[in-house]
């Protein structure tokens, strides 16, 4: 009924709030808002009085259309929504009980990775699919670099409101260093380091916003299977930057501060271990990178 419609979209929109206010980051607040709105959907906008019955049915359709992970946001949108909104005490704890995966994620070789970027056409795609791996960096935090967050006097950069809402210093190789700033040259926009490309590079100066987040991914995994690699994410340039180091011997205690885990254990879950030295990381960061070169055609 066009009630119910009306009372939904007033708690959507306090949820929106609360999601804001908590200082969650922006793909958390994305899923916790697409579960509220695929529940009202469900449920024909009628949520803030759903029995366990209902609920129990609803994600049972759900995790036969979608994957766990959907299905675990969802739940924990719901019980965000309950909590703060509803302003009710979750009552549900053990409603869905995901089994218990450990999958080794994709990687590349360092041969394949300087295969991935050269093949990358577009050029801010390629610096970014770079600037990636060489630090380690999940996409957000890539989209969001700023020119004042690089330090080349320190050779670091600084990631800011990482996972958890942590910063962190990174260690800058040389050659990204040297990447970014010719790359800096082309486009020249006084904040972002990866403006978008919709008005091309003339108007990239001008650009209130980072390079597209679906561009950035639909291109990788375009470019990964035209090397015979099927699924690489931005994500695996990440853990494919972690196991090199590791092969190449910086200190699984210094991998773990770059890639800002809050436990080492993660660190070690992804990582193939190989005996490793406790000489500094900058030297066998750089030596690792100083592998690749950089090539410059394309205008983007």
Do not use: C
Request: no cysteine; net charge positive; charged share 25%.
């Amino acid at each position: 009924t066009n009630t119910s419609s009306v009372h939904f979209d007033r708690q959507y929109q306090t949820h929106l709030k609360h999601l804001k206010l908590k200082g969650l980051q922006p793909k958390t607040i994305d899923a916790y808002a697409r579960a509220i709105r695929r529940l009202g959907e469900y449920f024909g906008q009628q949520i803030d009085d759903l029995s366990e019955a209902q609920l129990t049915e609803y994600f049972s359709d759900l995790i036969g259309t979608h994957s766990w992970t959907t299905v675990k946001l969802d739940l924990y949108g719901l019980k965000f929504y309950t909590t703060h909104v509803l302003k009710k005490p979750w009552v549900m704890p053990n409603l869905i009980k995901p089994p218990k995966t450990q999958r080794l994620p994709d990687i590349v070789t360092v041969d394949e990775a300087q295969r991935l970027f050269s093949a990358t056409r577009t050029l801010s795609y390629r610096v970014f699919y770079f600037t990636l791996y060489s630090l380690g960096l999940r996409l957000g935090e890539g989209l969001a670099l700023k020119v004042g967050d690089i330090d080349a006097a320190r050779m670091r950069v600084q990631i800011r409101d990482a996972k958890g809402n942590r910063d962190r210093f990174v260690p800058l190789p040389a050659a990204t260093l040297t990447a970014l700033r010719q790359f800096w040259q082309l486009h020249r926009h006084p904040e972002l380091l990866f403006p978008n490309r919709h008005g091309g590079l003339k108007a990239a100066q001008r650009a209130k916003s980072p390079l597209d987040r679906g561009g950035v991914q639909t291109t990788l995994r375009r470019v990964a299977q035209g090397i015979g690699k099927k699924k690489i994410t931005p994500h695996s340039l990440r853990h494919s930057y972690a196991t090199h180091l590791i092969e190449a011997g910086v200190d699984l205690l210094e991998v773990q501060k770059i890639l800002g885990h809050y436990s080492i254990l993660t660190t070690a879950r992804y990582t193939h271990l190989t005996s490793h030295t406790n000489d500094q990381a900058s030297v066998r960061i750089n030596a690792l990178m100083d592998r690749f070169s950089m090539a410059w055609g394309g205008v983007k």
